[in-house]
């Protein structure tokens, strides 16, 4: 049994926080911001766009890019109206995720449609969990790109 199966998903959220944060630290690297720290951003938010058609997961895994308007901040700092969330491989439903990104994948969302209300919990950069393929129509916009680590369905 992992150590994150053990102490349950949320638990192991704020510890992978919490450890990109010291790595941060103790690298004495200074992040651009604040969100790359490792600090998390929990959001409520309305999906408004899936450009494109997700792959299938057979082909490969990957982190695909959507975006969202922004209802309310419930926990951290952002300001903008619009966000990017990256989600690990969209077609499985978060809870049946029981590969190496399970750890970093949770909530009940079981498939993405456009006009759902979300409640997420976000991690920025991306690559301080995903070392692998991004599937990102976004890539000429100005918008930071978090990764979702919880991404739960709301009414």
């Known amino acids: 049994m992992s150590m994150f199966s053990a102490i349950g998903k949320s638990a192991g959220i704020i510890a992978i926080a919490m450890t ?3 790595a941060a630290e103790v690298s ?3 992040p651009a911001d604040a969100k790359a720290t490792g600090d998390t951003l929990v ?3 309305r999906l408004v766009e ?7 997961n057979d082909v ?4 695909y890019i959507m975006k969202y308007r922004v ?8 300001t903008g109206k619009e966000l990017l969330a990256g989600h690990y491989n969209p077609l499985i439903s978060r809870k049946l995720v029981h590969d190496k990104m399970d750890p970093f994948v949770d909530g009940t969302v079981e ?4 006009g759902a209300k979300h409640r997420l919990t976000l991690i920025s950069p991306i690559e301080s969990v995903w ?13 930071q790109k978090y990764y979702a680590l919880k991404a739960d369905l709301l009414q």
């Open 20 to 22: 990109v944060c010291m």
């Open 28 to 30: 004495g690297e200074k």
């Open 43 to 45: 959001v409520t938010c």
């Open 50 to 56: 899936i450009p494109g058609k997700f792959v299938a």
């Open 60 to 63: 490969y895994d990957y982190v």
């Open 71 to 78: 209802l309310s901040v419930e926990k951290g700092t952002y």
């Open 111 to 114: 498939k993405y449609i456009v």
């Open 131 to 143: 070392d692998g393929a991004i599937e990102d129509e976004y890539y000429d916009t100005e918008l």
